[in-house]
Structure formats: structure tokens, C-alpha cells
């Protein structure tokens, strides 16, 4: 399944796009991949991380400073203390949501964790593109979600309908 | 003022040119506050790092930052975390760095302008923990340490994650108004954690302050640092002897609570109690410098901050026995 997301004719990137099938079978991908949310130069990477419910996240510290992660708000709450450098922490993302990932000690520092009951999901690039590859055929309901959004959007999709177009209002 | 607004236009407006795999972060920072101690300050830092080729980093800052203290009977050390007072703009820090992790191990090089490696050094430890004065044993005018103190040269770290060693070889280059006579500088640490703990020990040999009375000794200085965090606490702190005049000797501790449970939002609520004492240990205690501060930084959302410190200090005639501290920083980034 390909797709774009945008908003007018301007590529929308870090746009989280995920179908309702909770019941599918766990992918190679979510299964065995390491799914990393880097502390480096002062910043988190990827700035947008999704992952499927259940999914550790591990957060190395690659810096020369100290950091300290946490989220107070929805989803997923931690905070994982101070850290130095070649240190790693890990967190269970056990529970569908979004989480604000944050920096205690350094304000500038943010991330977002979208956790998805679902194994078909994908993060637009930098043109807007996303694919998430594997999908079995059929009608989906379809969600999305970009940073600074107040709300999700939903719709339906299926093969017939070519390639998913996300329009941001 | 007119330095702090063209700070952050510049930072807004920066749109780097970067080849693949290259990035360049730009950040601002102004601060505004207010203190009972009849102290009004403005500060602004810009800075730049990100990735250049070859693995490299690169981090530059600089800053520029003014106090009015309107009683001439007194002093005051407000808004003196992690930046010099002293109404200039000035390069904090300018390096660039490479870190390479051999299977387990880590090995780090820095060469440039830094702070000194000693302790708790880092201003990000100082400039955002919630603390608005720097701790006594690293406050310039008393002590042989200073967060104002800057090093020309190169820093050597070696080890694992959980044990490493870290060197620095230069020559002073400090920022404040207080500085070392120039020379060889050496600073080594040690640093390790286990579990919550972290623990380190750091020494330095180092050209003495130019107010000292006597010239042509050496500064020495050694200090142990400890942190523990778990579940939204941190405690910290660091114990320093040192020689800053001669072979007079300063030792000094502080101790710190900074609270920022998952329930407490964006709040984190912080204490530090401290003390300096002046040659003999076994002096009396209207004879050492003692202070208190409770005190809470809240992230109030779109880039701002504010940060309110109460304290208690006993021991100097010319600082006021209570003060309140309030600033506001307002900060973007630009990647």
C-alpha cells in the first residue's frame, strides 16, 4: 500500500498513517527489528516514532551530556532518570496512544511515540510518501495523525482505491 | 536588549545548506529576571552544532548577558547558574568532536574551546535544572572552580559506558570576571555508574585566579560527584578542596533534590543546601558561607520557562540573609 500525505499541495512529512486490524499476525518487522529513539545532538531521532502496541523502544544515549527522558502526559508515562553517555534505557510501549517524549534537562528536546494496535502502519518521509508493505487484501479503516494535529483523521481504503491520499486540513 | 532580539531573529531565520547525511541544529535563548536582591537581568545564548562529515560534531555558543544591582551596600551572585554577567558577547564554547564505540568500549576526542571537565560541569546541569545562582563552590569570586571556567585545548575520553576515564590538556580561556593566569591546564576524571548511581572523581592542576595574592603557585583541585535518580527523583551533588589563593585552601559541597514525578507535569521542584568554608574546617559557623534554596522551574509551553528560587544564606555581611529569584526564558530551535 503507497500513499502521500499533505496539506494543499505541500507535502506533509512525520504524518503516522496505520489500518484497523488488530487481530493480524505479528510482521517480521515488529518482531525482530530494534526500534531505537536516539538521544543525539541535543535531539531526539526520529523526531516521529510509530510502533505497534507492545513494542520495546530502546533510547541509547549518544551524547556527550547527560540526558533525562520522560512523558507525563497521554500514553505511555516515565521518566527515566539521568543518563550518560553509551547508557541505554528501555520502555515498554504496552498500551494504544500517543506519547510526548521530552527532555528534562534540555528544553528543546521533544519526540513523539505513536503506539498503533496494528501491524500495518508507516511515517511519511520528507516528500510526504509512506508505504507500509504486506497488507492482505480487503476494506481498511484507515487513521492519521501529524504532529501538531488536534485530532486523528479516518476514512476507509482498499487496493481498489489506488494510493492512500492524507489531506490535512 | 537590542543583541537578544537580533539573537533569536537570527536563529529563526537560519535555513542551513547541508549535504546528505549533515545537519545543523540552531537554538536561542533569552532570558529576563528579577530578584529581591534588587538585581534585574537579561541573558541570551545562541547556538549552533550538528553533524559534519567524518562522524564529526561540532557545538558553538555564545552569549551575552547584563545584571543592574541597584544597592550599592550589597552583592549579589542572582542569575549566575551557568553564564558571566558581564555585558559582552562572548564565545562560551566553540569544539568539535568525534566519538567512536569500538565493539563495547567508547572512546571520545574534543578539541577546541570547552568548559572545564571537572564534576558537574555541563550548563545544561546549571543553566536549566531549575537552580537560578550557581553553587557556591563553583562560584567564581569564592572558589577555586568556576562555571565560567573554559578550557583551550584537547579532551580525551576513554572506557566503557559504565567506567570510563576521561582527560583534558589546554590552557585557561575563561569568560568571567574572574580568570586564571595563563598556562598548562590538566583535568582528569573518572566516572562510573551502577544501576541509579553515578558516581565521579576529577582533579585538576592549574594556573591560579589572577586576584590571587600570591603568584606562581599552582591551583589544585579535587572534587567527587555523585547523582541517584529513580522515579522522577534525582539527588545530586559534589564535595571540591582546592587551593584558589596560594596555599590557602577552599572546600565546599552542595547537595541537590530535583523532583519531577510523572504526576507532576511540567513542573520539577528542586532544593540544594551548601555550604563554603575558608581555611579552617573547624571554624565557627558565622565564619563559612551556608545557603538554602527551594525552589521550581514549569515548562509553561511554547518555548517559555519560569523558574522561582527562594533562599536563606548566612555567612557573608555583604549578601541579604533572604532572596527571591524569578526569570523567564523563551527558546526556539531550528533543525
Partial sequence: MHGIARAGNTPVRDTVVWLDAPNAPLSPRTDSARVVLDQRNLSFSPHVLVVRVGTTVDFPNNDRVFHNVFSFRDGKRFDLGVYPVGAMRRVLFDQPGLSRIFCNIHPNMAAYVMTVNSAYFARADETGAFTIAGVPAGTYTYHAWRPGATAELTGTWSASDGPLQVVWP | ?335
Avoid at chain 2, 8 to 22: D, M, N, S, T, V
Avoid at chain 2, 75 to 90: C, G, K, L, W
Avoid at chain 2, 158 to 166: A, D, S, T, W
Fill in chain 2, 1 to 335: 536588549m537590542k543583541f537578544a532580539v537580533l539573537m533569536a531573529y537570527a536563529a529563526c531565520f537560519i535555513e542551513p545548506r547541508l549535504a546528505h547525511g549533515q545537519s545543523v541544529t540552531a537554538e536561542a535563548a533569552v532570558t529576563g529576571g528579577y530578584s529581591t536582591d534588587d538585581v534585574t537581568a537579561a541573558a541570551a545564548q545562541v547556538r549552533l552544532f550538528g553533524d559534519v562529515t567524518g562522524g564529526i560534531r561540532f557545538f558553538g555558543e555564545a552569549a551575552w548577558a547584563g545584571r543592574s544591582l541597584s544597592d550599592p551596600h550589597h552583592e549579589s551572585d542572582s542569575f549566575n547558574a551557568a553564564y558571566p554577567y558581564t555585558n559582552r558577547v562572548q564565545i562560551i564554547e566553540a569544539y568539535g568532536e568525534r566519538m567512536f564505540r569500538p565493539h563495547e568500549g567508547l572512546v571520545g576526542i574534543r578539541a577546541g574551546r570547552f568548559r572545564t571537565p571537572f564534576g558537574i560541569y555541563n550548563a545544561s546541569d546549571h543553566a536549566y535544572s531549575g537552580f537560578l545562582r550557581a553553587p557556591l563552590v563553583r562560584y567564581e569570586e569564592y572558589s577555586p572552580l568556576s562555571n565560567n571556567l573554559l578550557e583551550h585545548g584537547a579532551d580525551l575520553v576513554v572506557g566503557v559506558p559504565r567506567l570510563m576515564v576521561e582527560a583534558a590538556v589546554g590552557a585557561p580561556g575563561d569568560v568571567g570576571e574572574v580568570r586564571r593566569h595563563s598556562g598548562l591546564d590538566v583535568i582528569v576524571r573518572v566516572q562510573g555508574y551502577y544501576g541509579s548511581f553515578i558516581a565521579g572523581a576529577s582533579h585538576m592542576r592549574t594556573p591560579p585566579s589572577k586576584t590571587a595574592f600570591v603568584t606562581g603557585a599552582r591551583n589544585h583541585v579535587t572534587g567527587v560527584d555523585l547523582r541517584w535518580t529513580h522515579a522522577g527523583v534525582q539527588l545530586r551533588g559534589e564535595w571540591i578542596t582546592g587551593q584558589p589563593f596560594g596555599r590557602s585552601t577552599t572546600t565546599g559541597w552542595y547537595a541537590d533534590a530535583l523532583i519531577h514525578r510523572t504526576g507532576m507535569g511540567p513542573v520539577t521542584a528542586v532544593a540544594r543546601v551548601e555550604r563554603l568554608v575558608f581555611g579552617d574546617l573547624r571554624q565557627a559557623p558565622e565564619d563559612y558561607l551556608s545557603r538554602q534554596t527551594v525552589g521550581a522551574r514549569v515548562r509553561l509551553g511554547g518555548g517559555l520557562a519560569l523558574q522561582v528560587n527562594a533562599l536563606h544564606q548566612s555567612g557573608d555581611k555583604e549578601y541579604l540573609p533572604r532572596a527571591l529569584d524569578v526569570a523567564v526564558t523563551w527558546s526556539v530551535r531550528k533543525q
